[in-house]
């Protein structure tokens, strides 16, 4: 897997997933997840993060599916698509503390969910018209900014959520896969 073009091959196989899933209803949101300081080791610290990366998910399908492990309505469970990653440069104001907590190691991932049950239409009436749907109202985004009790901890300091409108990000969220600095056991899916 040392090789670029393999590595390139990969993320371009999961771009094309999250294209599939998004022609089928989905909405894609970027995800960044950032957290306070890990007191352990790097290898340690990579296996947190992706802990509180599936705590989240799994809060995150109670406030969507009353019974997300129920066969029938699996459908409406959201996707996480993520890798490990570090800061870049960019020309935006980046404080300090997001390079130095942690060495600056954060996780991105690539969330998928069906589009929120509509307010203004009677939960049978939307049922009727196109099976079960999410329990929520709100777009990720917007959850993530309201729900935030619910998901913060001692090691997660925030998730910061932003609506996908061009591409897929598959690029961007696994660029440490892509060069090279993380394995492929970095990649994570969570359904």
């Known amino acids: 897997m040392n090789n670029r073009q393999t ?4 993320v371009a196989g999961y771009d094309q997933m999250i294209e599939e899933y998004i022609l089928h ?11 306070n300081q890990i007191p352990t080791s ?11 990366v599936t705590r989240v998910h799994d809060i995150l ?12 309505r699996r459908y409406l469970r959201p996707i996480f698509i ?3 990653d ?12 997001d390079f130095l907590i942690n060495g600056g190691l954060h996780f991105n991932a690539i969330a998928l969910t069906r589009p929120p ?13 196109w099976g079960k749907q999410s329990r929520m109202t709100v777009p990720l985004d917007e959850h993530f900014r309201t729900k935030a009790r619910f998901y913060h901890n001692q090691m997660l300091a925030r998730i910061h959520a932003t609506p996908i409108t061009h591409s897929t990000m598959a690029d961007y969220a696994m660029k440490m896969f892509k060069h090279g600095r993380v394995g492929p056991d970095s990649i994570q899916i969570w359904k």
């Not at 570090?86 to 503390?97: D, F, M, Q, S």
């Open 42 to 52: 790097n290898g340690q610290r990579l296996d947190i993060m992706v802990s509180e």
């Open 117 to 129: 049950a509509r307010p203004d239409m009677h939960k049978k009436v939307q049922e009727l018209l």
């Open 82 to 84: 993520g890798c490990h």
């Open 25 to 35: 209803g989905y909405q894609p949101f970027f995800l960044n997840f950032m957290f």
């Open 7 to 10: 590595r390139e091959q990969i």
């Open 61 to 72: 399908c109670r406030h969507i599916v009353r019974k997300p492990n129920s066969e029938e």
């Open 86 to 97: 570090l800061p870049v440069w960019k020309h935006e104001k980046t404080t300090i503390r």
